[in-house]
């Protein structure tokens, strides 16, 4: 079975300084990878993610992710916050070869507050 | 271009009553998804469709609910004898490809449903 784990409810960061919001997870083949952000009273935005090929991966409004496959990790970060970047941030895997492959199996979620 | 819609945004009914959800995917996406999140949890899956068949429907929790999608287009998510414990936002998802690669999932904005 796959797994996702954000180990913080809750990331705060000054704004314009780097922030990073983890993950980890867990399936029995390679992985896809994939972050979303969901604002208040609105649905989950596709970020960015990992298939394959170079570890660390660039998505929208200046957010990155680096796969480590040997700690199973896909970390979210940015180099400079912005306030408007204050959101709840999802981490999801899919094992493509399993026989739930097309299934997206998601964290708890991360509420990140950057502070003015 | 238009996103995934969802109707109605916010559902209230009463305990036992039968409910539909509509989600009305992007235009030439084939897989169409359901998840279900709960307050302070991240989605968790219900069912998948190709086309009109439904190709993965593990994650439907009980034989109360079941999905439709009779022309490949829009679906109907039916939830029979609702219980308190339904009340969560459902959430609707489409995306490219029969052929199970890495295509991003694109959701929709969510039906609140609260069960008194």
């Known amino acids: 079975a796959q797994s996702v784990a954000q180990p913080e409810d809750q990331v705060n960061v000054a704004e314009g300084n780097p922030l990073t919001v983890k993950c980890t997870y867990s399936?029995?083949?390679?992985?896809?990878l994939f972050w979303y952000v969901q604002y208040p009273n609105r649905g989950l935005q596709f970020l960015l993610k990992?298939?394959?090929?170079?570890?660390l991966v660039k998505g929208s409004y200046g957010f990155e992710a680096e796969f480590n496959k040997s700690q199973t990790s896909f970390h979210l970060k940015k180099p400079s916050a912005l306030v408007s970047d204050s959101a709840l941030y999802f981490c999801?895997?899919?094992?493509?070869?399993?026989?739930?492959?097309?299934?997206?199996?998601f964290g708890s979620g991360t509420q990140l507050t950057v502070l003015p | 271009g238009a996103g995934v819609s969802q109707t109605p945004s916010n559902k209230v009914t009463e305990k036992g009553k039968y409910v539909e959800l509509r989600c009305d995917p992007i235009?030439?996406?084939?897989?169409l998804y359901w998840y279900r999140q709960s307050l302070g949890q991240g989605p968790e899956f219900l069912i998948y469709?190709?086309?009109?068949?439904?190709?993965?429907d593990s994650g439907l929790p009980n034989d109360r609910f079941f999905a439709v999608r009779p022309e490949g287009s829009v679906s109907t998510l039916k939830i029979q004898r609702t219980e308190r414990g339904d009340s969560a936002v459902y959430l609707c998802?489409?995306?490219?490809?029969?052929?199970?690669?890495?295509?991003?999932?694109?959701f929709g904005p969510g039906t609140r449903l609260t069960v008194l």
């Open positions: 998802a489409s995306s490219l490809s029969p052929s199970g690669g890495p295509w991003e999932q694109f």
């Open positions: 399936v029995s083949g390679n992985p896809y």
């Open positions: 990992y298939i394959t090929g170079d570890n």
């Open positions: 999801a895997v899919r094992d493509p070869t399993s026989g739930s492959a097309r299934q997206l199996t």
């Open positions: 235009s030439g996406h084939t897989a």
């Open positions: 469709f190709q086309g009109t068949g439904a190709a993965d």
